[in-house]
């Protein structure tokens, strides 16, 4: 019955690896989005897609490669792990595209720990 | 980046209400206030947003100036639940929700 589903939950892997996360998303909405919180709190979007095409690609490495196989799924996959990519992602999904008159609905987040 | 400006922290005792400033001076005409919050280990969640008038939901009140350059999140009654970071956004006009620091809130018994 979650809204926004992603897994796993904790992901603990070495520098170097490839990892992916998976997040769904059962709302019906058009849009979706992973954004990442680091140390400090602060919640940075990455990506956003809106049915299934990319709308939104911040500056993030291209080791980042966000996959959106239908418009209830958005995977994100790092390849190359680095130490800094340690935080918290987070999926979210909102019913249209223009996120400055939508609310967004998130998922509990996938701790990642490179070490 | 930043369009809004929020304490960093504030206290709050359990059944009083918890009132949450945010200043956003440079807010345009067609840009709506938001309001989030984040409870420790958890996604962060929409609580309420508005443009110009006063709105209230279920889980709270939120209060524009009439020239808007501030707001007032109210949490009539507040619980232990309650505590959490809140956010107040003012989206860019560029289709992104972007998140500040935020004011942690804490509800004490």
């Known amino acids: 019955d979650t809204a926004v589903s992603q897994t796993p939950k904790y992901l603990v892997t070495q520098m170097g690896n490839d990892k992916s996360i998976k997040c769904e998303q059962n709302?019906?909405?058009?849009?979706m989005y992973w954004y990442k919180q680091d140390s400090k709190k602060f919640l940075k979007i990455m990506f956003s897609?809106?049915?299934?095409?990319?709308?939104i690609n911040e500056t993030v490495p291209n080791r980042f490669s966000p996959k959106s196989p239908d418009k209830a799924h958005l995977n994100l996959h790092i390849n190359s792990l680095e130490l800094g990519d340690s935080a918290v992602y987070f999926c979210?999904?909102?019913?249209?595209?223009?996120?400055?008159?939508?609310?967004?609905?998130f998922g509990s987040g996938t701790q990642l720990s490179v070490l | 980046d930043a369009k809004t400006t929020q304490p960093p922290s504030m206290d709050c005792a359990e059944g009083r209400a918890a009132n949450l400033p945010c200043n956003h001076s440079?807010?345009?005409?067609?840009?709506?206030v938001y309001w989030y919050r984040q409870i420790h280990s958890q996604g962060p969640q929409y609580i309420i947003h508005?443009?110009?008038n006063n709105e209230t939901n279920e889980m709270a009140s939120l209060i524009i100036t009439e020239d808007r350059k501030s707001s007032t999140l109210i949490l009539p009654h507040a619980t232990l639940r309650d505590t959490a970071v809140y956010y107040c956004?003012?989206?860019?006009?560029?289709?992104?929700?972007?998140f500040g620091a935020g004011t942690t809130v804490t509800v004490r018994a």
């Open positions: 897609y809106n049915n299934k095409e990319l709308i």
């Open positions: 440079t807010i345009s005409g067609n840009e709506y």
């Open positions: 956004i003012v989206p860019f006009n560029d289709y992104k929700l972007s």
């Open positions: 508005g443009l110009k």
């Open positions: 709302l019906g909405h058009d849009t």
């Open positions: 979210a999904s909102s019913q249209g595209a223009d996120a400055t008159n939508e609310k967004l609905f």
